[in-house]
């Protein structure tokens, strides 16, 4: 059973437009989450974390919001750039330990 | 600045050879991570590595792997003997520790025929 999930696998944006991308996780325990962005044939590469004592984390041109009594977080890009399109995997951990859950990714294209 | 570096980038075989992918994490690094990749169940965590010391292995999937880590700058993953399920994308990453993000390398790809 997917304890995170990423129930869009793919999303187009126009550039210059906002990108929203989505993670549901049902394990109530998690407490910290990170997005990653992967290209093809590269490993993921770390975007933005937030902890589960926020609500909004920012940098650049990254958010990432959470809504803990939801289970729900999300990224948003803006504006959106056409160097933006891979594939963004959330990921969550409980307190303790680093054995974190990744979702299934959602493919983003972000078109010119 | 060399990030996590990982070898081969890909590696075919015949089943019930035995494989074995290689792991340089980043210097400084005190946490050891391997993943797999598979359409069917996304990225999974095999095991991680605390200062050179195995912390988790629930993810690994039975006793045909193994994974080492003799010193804090080499890792090894071992299959023995390698079935065609076995088939999947390989990842390293190394972190600075507890609630550290972790970084990635560019993965070995594995076809098992």
């Known amino acids: 059973d997917q304890q995170v999930k990423q129930n869009s696998p793919s999303l187009s944006v126009q550039e210059g437009r906002i990108s929203i991308l989505n993670c549901d996780y049902t394990?109530?325990?998690?407490?910290?989450f990170l997005w990653y962005k992967k290209y093809p044939a590269e490993g993921p590469t770390f975007l933005i974390s937030?902890?589960?004592?926020?609500d909004k984390n920012e940098d650049g041109r990254f958010t990432v919001f959470l809504n803990k009594s939801a289970k729900h977080l999300s990224l948003h890009i803006v504006p959106s750039q056409p160097g933006d399109s891979a594939v963004y995997f959330c990921?969550?951990?409980?307190?303790?330990?680093?054995?974190?859950?990744f979702g299934p990714g959602t493919r983003l294209s972000v078109l010119p | 600045d060399a990030g996590v570096i990982q070898s081969p980038r890909h590696e075919v075989t015949e089943m019930g050879q035995e494989v074995t992918l290689r792991c340089k994490p980043i210097?400084?690094?005190?946490?050891l991570f391997w993943y797999r990749q598979t359409m069917m169940r996304g990225l999974e965590l095999l095991i991680y590595?605390?200062?050179?010391?195995?912390?988790?292995d629930s993810g690994m999937p039975e006793d045909r792997f193994s994974a080492k880590m003799p010193n804090a700058s080499f890792s090894t993953l071992k299959i023995q003997p390698s079935e065609p399920r076995d088939s999947a994308v390989y990842f390293c990453?190394?972190?600075?520790?507890?609630?550290?993000?972790?970084?990635f390398g560019d993965g070995t790809r594995l076809s098992i025929l």
């Open positions: 990453a190394s972190s600075l520790g507890e609630g550290q993000p972790q970084h």
């Open positions: 394990n109530s325990m998690f407490d910290y």
């Open positions: 937030i902890s589960s004592i926020k």
């Open positions: 990921a969550a951990k409980e307190n303790y330990g680093q054995n974190f859950v």
């Open positions: 210097s400084g690094h005190n946490s």
């Open positions: 590595f605390n200062n050179n010391v195995p912390i988790d």
